[in-house]
């Protein structure tokens, strides 16, 4: 059992960086696949970023390339979102998710845990 909290949301100007953190519990953390997904009102919830157990490969959503890094410390139990040149179209609740599966697997059934949420907001 996995259980995952996230911090860091806000309210930010378009152009502007954000940093997210999700703090796990349980002793197994560093054997996840650890990813970050969004949903926006109305929308359906998908995927942002993952990154590998040893944190030596990550895969990003096209949307998010080159602005948004994904990083982990296992001796922290913690993945961490760096945003940078955020646009309005960024503003969703960001979720943090472990999965027992490849850091391939994009989609949400692919994740086994999830955390509550935290809301990105970026005004234009």
């Known amino acids: 059992q996995v259980q995952l909290v996230e911090s860091g949301g806000g309210l930010v100007q378009a152009g502007g960086s954000l940093r997210l953190s999700c703090a796990a519990s349980?002793?197994?953390?560093?054997?996840?696949?650890m990813g970050w997904f969004r949903q926006a009102p109305g929308k359906e919830r998908e995927f942002v970023a993952a990154?590998?157990?040893?944190?030596?490969?990550?895969i990003y959503a096209d949307s998010v390339k080159g602005r948004f890094t994904i990083s982990r410390d296992n001796a922290k139990s913690t993945v961490t979102l760096q945003m940078n040149s955020l646009k309005p179209e960024d503003t969703a609740v960001y979720y943090c998710?472990?999965?027992?599966?490849?850091?391939?697997?994009?989609?949400?059934?692919?994740?086994?845990?999830w955390g509550q949420g935290t809301q990105v907001t970026v005004s234009s």
């Open positions: 998710a472990a999965s027992r599966n490849s850091v391939g697997r994009t989609t949400t059934p692919a994740y086994d845990y």
């Open positions: 349980g002793r197994t953390f560093s054997s996840y696949v």
């Open positions: 990154i590998s157990w040893s944190g030596a490969s990550t």
